[in-house]
């Protein structure tokens, strides 16, 4: 049985994702937890080619915005670890900022950062910069626990990623970064979702 028929039609009595939210909430509720135990199994030896890959998909398409601003992730449990990458283009002028959740609720806020950044434990004891101003980047890399066919996101459920690219004066540019398992026909997105430009997974 595929993901979508799990959650549509005579099975659970949802006509569509509009019409019942909280069944749509508790299916994703459901389908984040069982992505992230699969991505906490990954075998070592998957996960370094998989990254492997990764590293080439997304370095090519950073390329066209070394010498800007991009906004990144800390990795968390078991997420892809973009830092050696992005780290390497700072030698060609690229500045990197990291997310800071000020108020649950609230836009992110992103501060500069740079390897050997004083950093503190933010929510969920993700690392983030200690202080700096606010920034804006050109472009982001967005972490995606899932995502569907039309590059809708499946995050942790805080919408913190949508009310950041919405409120933002400029929107950037996003690109989300997940492994290939974590593909699903839809999420069915609701009027707050913002689709991501690009996917990149090991595929």
Avoid: C
Avoid at 35 to 50: H, T
Avoid at 87 to 100: E, K
């Amino acid at each position: 049985m595929s993901d979508v028929s799990k959650i549509s039609g005579a099975d659970t009595g949802l006509p569509n994702a509009d019409a019942d939210w909280p069944r749509v909430r508790d299916w994703r509720k459901e389908t984040r937890a069982r992505l992230i135990e699969r991505r906490l199994g990954i075998s070592a030896q998957d996960r370094a080619a998989w990254s492997q890959r990764i590293d080439r998909a997304l370095g090519a398409a950073l390329e066209p915005y070394a010498g800007r601003l991009i906004g990144f992730y800390w990795p968390f449990r078991g997420e892809y670890d973009p830092r050696t990458l992005l780290s390497s283009m700072q030698d060609r002028g690229t500045r990197l900022a990291l997310p800071v959740i000020v108020e649950r609720g609230q836009p992110l806020v992103f501060r500069e950062w740079s390897p050997g950044s004083l950093m503190t434990q933010g929510v969920w004891k993700i690392p983030m910069p200690e202080s700096g101003a606010a920034v804006f980047p050109d472009l982001l890399v967005v972490p995606l626990v899932g995502f569907d066919e039309r590059s809708y996101r499946l995050g942790y459920g805080g919408g913190f990623y949508d009310r950041t690219i919405a409120a933002m004066p400029a929107r950037p540019r996003t690109i989300g970064v997940g492994f290939e398992f974590g593909r699903l026909e839809t999420i069915y997105p609701q009027p707050h979702d913002i689709p991501l430009e690009t996917i990149i997974t090991e595929r």
